[in-house]
């Protein structure tokens, strides 16, 4: 039977509850045979029926059930006096394959609304977007410019859902050039300083860093090395900047330079709980593996030797 219905005449993700206004096409409503035609109890519900199916969830549908179309005909619990006016106050609505009731009109409305929507949403995001690049062409703490780079990820993420596929892959293919422009930019401007460093990379794919010091590594290795473990390991790409940074914040730069170091020579199942943990254990907040199993060998030899421990 629910293949012989038409489809929904509104998308499933039409939500538009947050709006506080709804069109009313004036002349067109004392025009219709539903003005003409149906009782003044059924004209009230029929129209209110019109409006509360605005904020409906898709927007424009009502519920094929007669408690839940009284209640939002305001009738109370009137669902007798409701079925009465029911065939009337539900003129011009159609049935569909979901099994709710749609009105061409208000879904009409509804969808005018929802591009309205997207269109709004999608020029606050290219505005946050355009802002991120913006930034990123100018910072050069690495910390800050891979939390920059997985903003502008989450901002392409959003407008996947509000632009079409042509538009966005314009976008993503402008956001992919700017965002190396600034990268070159950043190693151009190293190499004219005789750094000579850029981004962290692995000398001879030993998967061993450099045997630099603590001080001398700087935060755009720890990210670029801690990110990329975490990535492999399954983390959420949003996910990994904040991880990272936290871990700085807690520890300090010096320490979650050794932490990383390890994590990259042990290459743990799960590099986030091992890095937290050899944190912690530099930090002196828990004891690691090798210095309990020493302390618990110290107090079985004792207790053998008839000493107090």
Known sequence: ?????????????CDLREFPFM??????????????????????????LWLKSFHQVPSGSLPDDDISLTRLAELAKDVKGFRKIKEQALYGWVKCSDGRFYHPVVAAAAAEALAGKKAQRAKTAKARLGALLSRLSKSSDMLDIAGMETSIQ???????????QKELQSVTESTTESVAESKRKREGKGKGEGQGQGIYSVPGGTGVPPAKSPTDMTKDEIWSVGKSLLINAGMPGSQCGSFVGKLCKDYGDAIVVEVVREAVIA????????????A?????????????????????????????S
């Open 280 to 308: 912690q254990t530099r930090k002196g907040e828990v004891p690691n593996r090798q210095q309990s199993l020493e302390a618990k060998n110290r107090a079985i030899a004792a207790e053998l030797a008839g000493e107090p």
């Open 267 to 278: 290459r743990p199942a799960d590099p986030a709980s091992f890095m937290k943990k050899m």
């Open 1 to 13: 039977m629910a293949d012989s219905l038409p489809a929904p005449l509104s998308p499933p993700d």
């Open 154 to 164: 989450t901002v392409l993420q959003e407008l996947s859902q509000h632009l079409s």
């Open 23 to 48: 069109p009313i096409y004036i002349q067109r409503l004392f025009n219709s045979e539903f003005h003409a035609r149906v009782s003044d109890a059924a004209w009230r519900a029929g129209v209110t």
